[in-house]
């Protein structure tokens, strides 16, 4: 090996080696600030409020990132036909973005693709390329670096570039879009996971993670569509009829938050009609009546309160098959004497009123 890539080889472990410190000393310093703050709370909040800037470890690991920032410079100076500048590259523009440099890391990512295209690295810089124009919501770069990204053959980058790439249709408001992607990757991910992958740094773990995102995040999709039914069958297909309640449930929370109460009440009552005696249906059947208040239809709201009395009384059906959970029937019986007082005190209201 040449003396003087020899030389930079070494120059580039001890660079790697002083950022890995950093990053140690730097998640150490937090942890300590952290304790320093749960114990200031817990002796309530007396003297002043520790800070992280008073951290030892918070200036050793700066000292430490400083001396690798040079020491990535010094290769890229010394030694320009060093065979892994690539990497050299990489790791700085990486070790700058981190650092909150992000205009100079961006830079260095730019030259690793301009300069090595071919790279193992280029795919990687075009994802954090995305991910930057996405955080600065410029999309239309942000699409063309993800799908840049996802022409590599990496599963861990293929995977997470076309996540993003839905992300990035729905906040362009092209929601069936979105949904497409969503299930792509729900699709590979589960693929990934049913064979080995040849990419080690996209770990099992990793892939469950980027499945569950997808599977939540696309909710989201599903209620801008107003996809009842397309939800309640994709999710049950997917992840079987028990687990798709999670996400169903969700799609009729965004619905009440979004104010779209229509859809809200037929999802809430889909849910109950499914899932007649799931922990949640007594709170479930508050929501549909809270939502029949909200759009003014006082008969379905008395109907409704009525229909909750008869089906989560102590000696309902829903109560009996609920006789283990102790603190569910309490908040469900709580409820309904708290709706059936409301009811008769409407009806109260109304007798005088007559009268008058």
Same mark, same amino acid.
């Given at each position: 090996?040449?003396?003087?890539?020899?030389k930079a080889?070494?120059v580039?472990?001890?660079?790697e080696?002083?950022w890995?410190?950093?990053?140690?000393?730097?998640?150490?310093?937090m942890?300590?600030?952290?304790?320093?703050?749960?114990?200031?709370?817990?002796?309530?909040?007396?003297?002043?409020?520790?800070k992280?800037?008073?951290i030892?470890?918070?200036?050793?690991?700066?000292l430490?990132?400083?001396?690798?920032?040079?020491?990535y410079?010094?290769?890229?100076?010394?030694?320009?036909?060093?065979?892994?500048?690539?990497?050299?590259?990489?790791?700085l523009?990486?070790?700058?973005?981190e650092?909150g440099?992000?205009?100079k890391?961006?830079?260095?990512?730019?030259?690793?693709?301009?300069?090595?295209?071919?790279?193992?690295?280029a795919? #990687?810089?075009? %994802? =954090?390329?995305? *991910?930057?124009?996405?955080n600065?919501?410029?999309?239309t770069? !942000?699409?063309?670096a993800? /799908?840049?990204?996802?022409?590599?053959k990496?599963p861990?980058?293929?995977?997470?570039?076309?996540?993003?790439?839905?992300?990035? #249709?729905?906040? %362009? =408001?092209?929601? *069936?879009?979105?949904?497409?992607?969503f299930?792509?990757?729900? !699709?590979?991910?589960?693929? /990934?996971?049913?064979?080995?992958?040849?990419?080690?740094n996209?770990?099992?773990?990793?892939k469950?993670?980027?499945?569950?995102e997808?599977?939540?995040?696309?909710?989201?999709?599903?209620?801008h569509?107003d996809?009842?039914e397309g939800?309640v069958e994709?999710?049950?297909?997917?992840v079987?009829?028990?687990?798709?309640?999670?996400?169903?449930r969700?799609?009729?929370?965004?619905?009440?938050?979004e104010?779209?109460?229509?859809?809200?009440?037929?999802?809430?009552?889909?849910l109950n009609?499914?899932?007649?005696?799931?922990?949640?249906?007594?709170?479930?059947?508050?929501y549909i009546?809270?939502?029949?208040?909200?759009?003014?239809?006082?008969?379905e709201?008395?109907?409704?309160?009525?229909?909750?009395?008869?089906?989560?009384?102590?000696?309902?059906v829903?109560a009996?098959?609920?006789?283990?959970?102790?603190?569910?029937?309490?908040r469900?019986?709580?409820t309904?004497?708290?709706?059936?007082?409301?009811?008769?005190?409407e009806k109260?209201k109304e007798?005088?009123?007559?009268?008058?």
């Amino acid at each position: 090996v040449p003396e003087g890539e020899q030389k930079a080889e070494l120059v580039f472990r001890l660079s790697e080696m002083f950022w890995g410190k950093s990053k140690f000393l730097h998640l150490k310093a937090m942890r300590q600030w952290d304790e320093q703050l749960d114990a200031w709370h817990e002796a309530g909040e007396k003297g002043a409020q520790p800070k992280l800037e008073e951290i030892a470890e918070l200036d050793q690991a700066d000292l430490f990132k400083r001396e690798a920032l040079k020491l990535y410079d010094q290769i890229l100076e010394k030694y320009p036909n060093y065979p892994r500048k690539d990497e050299v590259l990489y790791n700085l523009g990486s070790s700058l973005y981190e650092s909150g440099d992000k205009q100079k890391g961006v830079e260095h990512y730019w030259k690793l693709i301009k300069q090595f295209p071919d790279s193992a690295f280029a795919p #990687d810089a075009w %994802l =954090q390329l995305g *991910e930057h124009f996405f955080n600065a919501n410029k999309l239309t770069q !942000a699409i063309k670096a993800y /799908q840049k990204a996802a022409e590599t053959k990496k599963p861990r980058i293929f995977s997470y570039a076309q996540y993003k790439l839905a992300w990035c #249709d729905y906040n %362009l =408001q092209d929601y *069936e879009k979105a949904l497409e992607k969503f299930r792509d990757v729900i !699709a590979y991910s589960k693929q /990934q996971l049913a064979t080995k992958s040849t990419d080690g740094n996209f770990e099992a773990r990793d892939k469950i993670q980027l499945l569950d995102e997808a599977l939540s995040d696309m909710v989201r999709a599903y209620s801008h569509l107003d996809a009842i039914e397309g939800a309640v069958e994709f999710y049950t297909a997917e992840v079987g009829k028990e687990k798709a309640y999670r996400y169903l449930r969700k799609l009729a929370k965004l619905y009440n938050s979004e104010g779209k109460h229509d859809q809200e009440i037929k999802t809430y009552e889909r849910l109950n009609t499914d899932y007649p005696y799931a922990p949640e249906a007594p709170e479930n059947h508050t929501y549909i009546m809270n939502a029949y208040a909200q759009l003014g239809k006082s008969k379905e709201v008395r109907r409704e309160v009525r229909r909750m009395i008869d089906l989560y009384s102590p000696n309902g059906v829903w109560a009996q098959k609920n006789a283990g959970n102790k603190d569910v029937l309490e908040r469900a019986f709580e409820t309904v004497e708290q709706e059936l007082a409301n009811l008769v005190t409407e009806k109260h209201k109304e007798a005088q009123q007559t009268k008058l």
